[in-house]
């Protein structure tokens, strides 16, 4: 297996790390804290305002990143690109504006049970703002959406809420037959798709999987925290007011009243994260460097290599799809009678990087009848090595357990 280790300076920094958590925040590559570097150095304006050269070539880079975008997640126009914060900030601006406009009394809401707190509780005050109806899809017990329950769920939805990969079970959502079959039974139904876990592993091609909406975050794809990408068709957004008010958003101001910018920038209010723009241009162009399939390969090969070994270990439930090609990047998992917390922190104790609580989805944990878990998660730069670490500090928490 291709080590990717040495393009990540915190590994040459730290050899001893196990970093297994990339499903909460990844690391950097050189090239990205270069990118930043370069253009705190070099180029360091705001964007969209000056007309002296740093400002042009800073307003010039956000614009190339936007087409970057646009072409990563295959949109049909570069308009349709918003820069964000995160995904927290996508969902809740199409939840604030568009959602708040569309969603009645009569309507309801559909999201599902394993969604992440972000994608989960903002639709849920959306319906209770609007009087409308609020569900949430059970999983099957293999971890998939249950797919019979939401064809039947979605018959009066206006919006359905659903994530890409789960950040829990690791499941990969099919979604582009999911949606043709939602768009099928319900079609004025609008979909928003949760790409947190999926746009650092998987390839998103917005216009084939036919969703609305669209959100993920840059840190977790190697680039910098505080960066984020919302998707929406078009046609959708240019009608929808905007959600924050200030500076580069308008067309123009009287005191008799103000007009928006049109799209893009009308979503764009404030000063942008550049230097997060920056990183995140750099860091698809690691991405594409390297490659998805190759990406996804070393991942699977990961997984089932973690997972091979896990289960020669006794006592330990794993969550979600059996099959390796229906997951991506996280392994949740309980021993039993310890918990998650102590696992975590032993395994820390030992400079092994995991995850362990709710992971922001505590509905998803109650209907699998747990409290907690903990959770492993990989990204390129990790190799078999990270998993032999892990697997002998499991066998030390259950030592310590006498389990
Ligand atoms: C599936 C999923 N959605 C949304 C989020 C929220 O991302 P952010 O905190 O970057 O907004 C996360 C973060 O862990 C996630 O895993």
Redesign the pocket.
Known sequence: MKSYKKDFPIFTNHPELAYLDS??TSQKPQQVLDAIMDYYKNYNANAKRGIYPIAEKTTLKVEEVREKIKNFINAKYSEEIIFT?????G?NTIMNTFGDGYVTDEDDVVTTIM??H??FVPWQFLAGSRFAHFYAIDITDEGYINEKELLEGIKYAKILAI?Y???MLGTINNLKEIIAKVKKKNPTIKVFV?A??AAPHIKIDVQDIDCDFLAF?G??MLASTGI?ILYGKKELLKTTAPFLFGGEMIKKVSVIETTFADLPHRFEAGTLDIAGIVSLGAAIDYIYSIGFEKIREHERELIAYCLAQMEKISAIKIYGPKKIKDRCSVISFTIDNIHAHDVAQILGDNNICVRAGH??TMPLHERLGIAASTRVSFQIYNDEKDVDTFIEGLKKVKKIFKK
């Open positions: 499903a909460a914060h995160g995904t927290t900030e969902v969604e992440h972000s994608n994530t990969v789960s950040n949760d947190a876990q975050s840190h977790k984020g992971h922001c």
